[in-house]
């Protein structure tokens, strides 16, 4: 399997930034992905990066470096309901999708 | 409104019953997946079928099967369910597997639990 890091969890008071950090180790290496998960609920998809860069979404931001195998997703101008798990996912050579554990991700007011 | 359903929502099984996780898509999605989620080890690949009439194993295939007879439905099964695989389970879709640019749409999950 694929060996891809994130912290386990994070805390940051409404209308801050905060930035959560994936490292990832792949054998091939075709996109990083970065889903949102509430509490019960199914993942959705928040962003896609496959060259080195950031995309910007609205408040969501991702980065991407290859060469270092590191992503990060920025979350800007913080919300009570952006309190959640996010998940960052690895395509590997044979283009299958491997998850990291998820950091969770709480919201202060 | 278009998207995955499972069912059922969630379960309570005896170890060593049989049961059939249920999927289905509507988008015409060519790729299908299921993943386990456990607390603290994110979700994990069980089997997929990139077509109608094609399967594969994931990371964790063990005492699960799966089938994919029409491109809309990709039932799960246990065969003799054990308590090491109480988890929630996902459903997933994407339109076109081996593609980088693929996205994969989650369904709302079956939360099992097996005594």
């Known amino acids: 399997g694929q060996n891809i890091d994130q912290p386990t969890e994070m805390t940051a008071t409404e209308g801050a930034i905060v930035q959560i950090n994936c490292t990832y180790q792949?054998?091939?290496?075709?996109?990083l992905f970065w889903y949102q998960q509430h509490a019960g609920e199914a993942p959705t998809f928040l962003s896609y990066?496959?060259?080195?860069g950031l995309e910007e979404k609205g408040r969501f931001s991702s980065f991407l470096s290859r060469s270092k195998g590191y992503s990060y997703l920025l979350l800007k101008e913080l919300q009570m309901k952006d309190s959640a798990s996010y998940l960052c996912?690895?395509?590997?050579?044979?283009?299958?999708?491997?998850f990291g554990a998820g950091t969770t991700v709480t919201v202060r007011a | 409104i278009a998207g995955i359903t499972q069912a059922p929502t969630s379960q309570i099984l005896a170890a060593g019953r049989r049961m059939t996780l249920r999927c289905t898509q509507d988008?015409?999605?060519?790729?299908m997946y299921w993943y386990r989620q456990d607390l603290g080890l994110g979700l994990r690949l069980i089997h997929y079928?990139?077509?109608?009439?094609?399967?594969g194993k994931g990371e964790v295939p063990d005492g699960y099967s799966v089938s994919r007879a029409n491109t809309d439905d990709f039932p799960l099964t246990l065969a003799s369910a054990v308590p090491s695989q109480t988890s929630v389970y996902f459903c997933?879709?994407?339109?076109?597997?081996?593609?980088?640019?693929?996205?994969?749409?989650f369904g709302p999950g079956t939360r099992l639990t097996v005594l």
């Open positions: 792949t054998s091939g290496f075709n996109g």
């Open positions: 997933a879709s994407s339109a076109v597997a081996g593609q980088s640019t693929d996205t994969q749409y």
């Open positions: 990066n496959v060259l080195d």
């Open positions: 996912a690895v395509r590997d050579g044979d283009y299958k999708l491997s």
């Open positions: 079928s990139n077509t109608a009439g094609t399967t």
């Open positions: 988008m015409r999605h060519n790729a």
